[in-house]
């Protein structure tokens, strides 16, 4: 299934800023994230289509995945 | 009383009076300081009704206690008056030097009332004040003002504090600036310093701000410091990004206001990120007296120079105005320091004049500059300037979006509250944090209350930006947290790390005081019914608890918050009952009582 994933700020150093890819039926978010050799305690959000999401969540075909770095300000 | 000076400043402008008296003593433990103190004295100063704009009115420039300290980020300082733009309590809040400096002359607060005759500034080195001539930098921009009173002391360490021409036009609007780029921003405070004729106070002050129990606070501050850095949003995501890591994050959620909140997400979002910002424009990290987060950005465009842009300038002057170009926002951010406007209020006033310009409203042939079009990068740059001369067509802006929305019959199309302009999260999807816009005693405001951390951010915990439940109750307990954080003269964003125990423990260490973290927070809630009851005088009701028709009728039209409203009347009850307030908004005798005011 195809996943486009968005990455932000400093989880884009050494990867990319947004990508179309191929993923297994099934995949999760935390499976997406161990992929791009992204450390748990880097992930602090989590958005599937805009909406919040969990490491366990399930991905779908055509989804956008967005992952942030803790992030705040104001 | 440890880290506090103990004396006031007071200055009239009128007779040229200048006194000291001592920090009421009694009241700071109620009211703490900054926001806290000088609100509680306006409110027992001035009468209902006074005119802001007129001598009458009173301007307070108040630290905190632990501003000046070893504390991390204690440098910042209150600007509370009566607004010119809405009649409510204004306390905009700055960072910069110049409140440290002020303490280190040996006052808590100036207040300045009364008229000058002619323009002038206020002097302070120490004990000598003097109120001096002005009428030369009138009509100067701000580095301008800056270079040339630094040079008229003779001290190029000395801190200023100034307005620019918005403020000297009376611009309701108008921002009090120091140290350059800092801005006390919001509510029109500059314009009650030009409406005095003041143009600037210069401070330089040899004193120290010792702690009533120095080893006590060494801990606690270490403690506090070794939070901060640990903590990924203080330690990495802000020092890396400034505030304008957000850009992404709030538009991926869909509540990005575009077109003047006519949508949630905008196109050019990448295009004026923090990231991008931080790729190609920053030159330098610019942080604030004694802070290790150093949000701060100072950027270089076209051979330009200059602090900021914040989060919230890149989206008023971005997506509000449809504008993806970063240099013309950077631009746009520079000419509001230099004029002295709140860039806030400034962009969402002139992305309100694009909507009226949009549905004919207004004519091109009234424009005596750039047509008002989406995405002009030409005319967020010379819309602004005209606005901070007031010239022309830009007078009418300078009045900010309520006013002029009035003037062209179509006060619903202006995106405030109370008058105030809204900031840079859409409340249709974000349920707590629309509650907060409602009820926040200046208006229109996001940092009363933060409540995008739990609903956006997940800090300190994640909760459902959708959900009704438990809101009511975290925006009162945020509200009152931030009443303190305030007083005490420390930065709001160390409550991304910080919790009420944390700066009970500061402000026991600091002062001798023993307070619990629940007695503290209630010297919060005590400070923001202060501030209720005063707007309550000036006519305020519960029918202006509310947000712009256009965030509770028409559904969000695209995105992930498609097809939501803001349900404001499902969650004003249950908040006007934790606040121990009644039907119409008004606090009950026995709140009144137990709050002790
Ligand atoms: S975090 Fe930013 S705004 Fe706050 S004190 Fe530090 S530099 Fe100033």
Redesign the pocket.
């Known amino acids: 299934m195809k996943i486009t994933v968005k990455l932000f700020a400093t989880l884009r150093t050494g990867r990319f800023k947004a990508e179309s890819r191929e993923y297994a039926p099934g995949t999760t978010v935390a499976g997406v994230a161990r992929e791009l050799n992204i450390p748990r305690e880097e992930l602090a959000l989590i958005l599937i289509n805009g909406r919040s999401a969990e490491p366990d969540s399930e991905l779908s075909d055509g989804d956008t995945l967005s992952l942030f770095p803790p992030v705040g300000g104001g | 009383m440890g880290v506090y000076a103990g004396k006031i400043l007071r200055v009239n402008l009128t007779t040229g009076a200048v006194a000291t008296e001592p920090l009421p003593a009694e009241k700071a433990k109620l009211f703490l300081g900054g926001r806290g103190l000088a609100g509680r004295m306006l409110a027992e100063e001035i009468p209902a009704g006074i005119d802001p704009l007129g001598p009458e009115n009173k301007i307070f420039f108040a630290t905190g206690p632990l501003t000046g300290s070893a504390a991390p980020?204690g440098?910042?300082y209150m600007v509370v008056t009566k607004s010119p733009l809405n009649n409510v309590i204004a306390s905009s809040n700055s960072?910069g030097f110049w409140g440290a400096e002020l303490k280190f002359a040996g006052y808590d607060m100036v207040v300045v009332e009364g008229k000058a005759k002619e323009p002038v500034y206020i002097y302070v080195k120490d004990d000598t004040v003097e109120i001096r001539p002005a009428a030369r930098f009138w009509g100067m921009q701000t580095n301008e003002t800056v270079d040339a009173l630094l040079a008229e002391v003779g001290d190029n360490r000395a801190r200023v504090l100034n307005i620019g021409p918005a403020g000297e036009k009376l611009s309701l609007i108008a921002a009090v600036m120091n140290d350059r780029w800092r801005a006390a921003g919001r509510s029109g405070v500059g314009a009650v310093m030009g409406s005095k004729n003041l143009k600037a106070i210069v401070v330089r002050g040899s004193g120290k701000v010792e702690a009533a129990n120095p080893e006590k606070y060494k801990e606690v501050t270490g403690a506090a410091l070794k939070k901060i850095r640990e903590n990924g949003v203080t330690g990495e995501g802000?020092p890396a990004y400034g505030t304008a890591i957000l850009v992404n994050i709030i538009n991926e959620n869909g509540i990005y206001p575009t077109r003047n909140f006519q949508e949630g997400v905008f196109a050019g979002a990448e295009a004026t990120s923090g990231e991008t910002l931080a790729e190609k424009y920053l030159k330098k990290k610019d942080?604030?007296f004694r802070?290790p987060?150093?949000?701060?950005r100072y950027c270089e465009v076209d051979g330009e120079e200059g602090g900021g842009p914040e989060y919230e300038t890149i989206w008023a002057f971005g997506a509000d105005c449809g504008v993806s170009d970063l240099p013309s926002i950077i631009k746009a951010n520079n000419v509001c320091n230099e004029m002295g406007l709140d860039t806030i209020s400034a962009g969402a006033t002139i992305a309100a004049a694009m909507e009226l310009y949009q549905r004919g409203l207004i004519k091109p042939e009234e424009l005596d500059g750039p047509e008002l079009v989406w995405g002009s990068g030409e005319a967020i740059i010379e819309w602004t300037r005209k606005m901070g001369r007031a010239e022309g067509f830009g007078a009418r802006l300078a009045l900010g979006s309520a006013r002029l929305c009035e003037l062209y019959g179509a006060p619903e199309l202006s995106m405030t509250v109370k008058k105030l302009e809204l900031p840079a999260y859409d409340p249709r999807g974000v349920m707590g944090h629309g509650l907060q816009y409602a009820t926040a005693n200046r208006g229109g405001c996001h940092v009363r209350g933060y409540l995008i951390s739990p609903e956006i951010l997940g800090s300190p915990q994640a909760l459902d930006r959708f959900a009704l439940e438990g809101k009511a109750e975290w925006a009162k307990i945020f509200q009152d947290l931030t009443s303190v954080i305030d007083s005490l003269g420390v930065?709001l964003?160390t409550s991304f790390p910080l919790g009420a125990q944390d700066y009970a423990d500061l402000y026991n260490a600091a002062t001798g005081e023993s307070l619990t973290a629940e007695e503290l927070l209630a010297c919060g809630e005590r400070i923001f019914n202060n501030e209720r009851l005063f707007n309550l005088q000036e006519g305020y009701s519960a029918a202006d608890d509310t947000l712009p028709r256009r965030l509770l009728a028409e559904p969000m039209p695209e995105g992930p918050t498609k097809g939501h409203v803001h349900l404001l009347d499902k969650l004003l009850p249950e908040y006007y009952r934790l606040r121990g307030w009644d039907a119409d908004g008004v606090p009950t005798a026995e709140k009144k009582q137990a709050l002790g005011l």
């Open positions: 980020t440098g910042r960072g802000l942080p604030c802070c987060i150093a949000c701060g930065c964003f």
